[in-house]
T-cell receptor, first 110, second 113 residues
Framework: QQPVQSPQAVILREGEDAVINCSSS?????VHWYRQKHGEAPVFLMI?????EQKGHEKISASFNEKKQQSSLYLTASQLSYSGTYFC???????????FGKGTTLSVSS | DGGITQSPKYLFRKEGQNVTLSCEQN?????MYWYRQDPGQGLRLIYY???????QKGDIAEGYSVSREKKESFPLTVTSAQKNPTAFYLC????????????FGPGTRLTVT
């Protein structure tokens, strides 16, 4: 079952903050975040694992509430380059395939 | 350069024809995936393969078929049984079952009329 992302879209000015949420009806093993810029392939941002481990490439933070089966992605002091569609992907067991949400579109303007 | 190649970028077919989308990777990755992307629907998993000669159905496998005869190749066939085949198709790969990051190809946009 697809995780639910909210909001569907966010419009920001440079320097503003945003939070993107991802929730699942099933117990989660991990939550993965990807960003897709218009016309490009999705790119991995970070993973949050059950137990608190977090791994990522960029200076974007996230949280993972295992009890609530939710994750939030925090985009602070947004830059123009943050624009794109953010997807969360979840799995409930190590090694299984991810199920992605429908995405949250972030638009940052100057 | 290592990466994932999908060809062609745009593909046009007549209704009733089968069509095969190519996905090749030179990353030496064990796992490969096919996703379908429609506006507002996110990435929906069609098929995935964690090892050569083995693959599993995803959420929307009906009307699609795959093969994994070589580690570097994972072609997707869209059959005439797929009722709404027009979409953007993305292929991805991952190093192995213990790794996390999926690397995506540039995608193929299929239009069936």
């Amino acid at each position: 079952q697809q995780p639910v992302q909210s909001p569907q879209a966010v419009i920001l000015r440079e320097g503003e903050d945003a939070v993107i949420n991802c929730s699942s009806s099933k117990a989660l093993y991990s939550v993965h975040w990807y960003r897709q810029k218009h016309g490009e392939a999705p790119v991995f941002l970070m993973i949050l694992l059950k137990g608190g481990e977090q791994k990522g490439h960029e200076k974007i933070s996230a949280s993972f509430n295992e009890k609530k089966q939710q994750s939030s992605l925090y985009l602070t002091a947004s830059q123009l380059s943050y624009s794109g569609t953010y997807f969360c992907g979840t799995d409930n067991q190590a090694g299984t395939a991810l199920i992605f949400g429908k995405g949250t579109t972030l638009s940052v303007s100057s | 350069d290592g990466g994932i190649t999908q060809s062609p970028k745009y593909l046009f077919r007549k209704e009733g024809q089968n069509v095969t989308l190519s996905c090749e990777q030179n990353l030496n990755h064990d796992a490969m995936y096919w996703y379908r992307q429609d506006p507002g629907q996110g990435l929906r998993l069609i098929y995935y393969s964690q090892i050569v000669n083995d693959f599993q159905k995803g959420d929307i496998a009906e009307g699609y078929s795959v093969s994994r005869e070589k580690k570097e190749s994972f072609p997707l066939t869209v059959t005439s049984a797929q009722k709404n085949p027009t979409a953007f198709y993305l292929c991805a790969s991952k190093a192995d079952s213990s790794s996390y990051e999926q690397y995506f190809g540039p995608g193929t946009r299929l239009t069936v009329t």
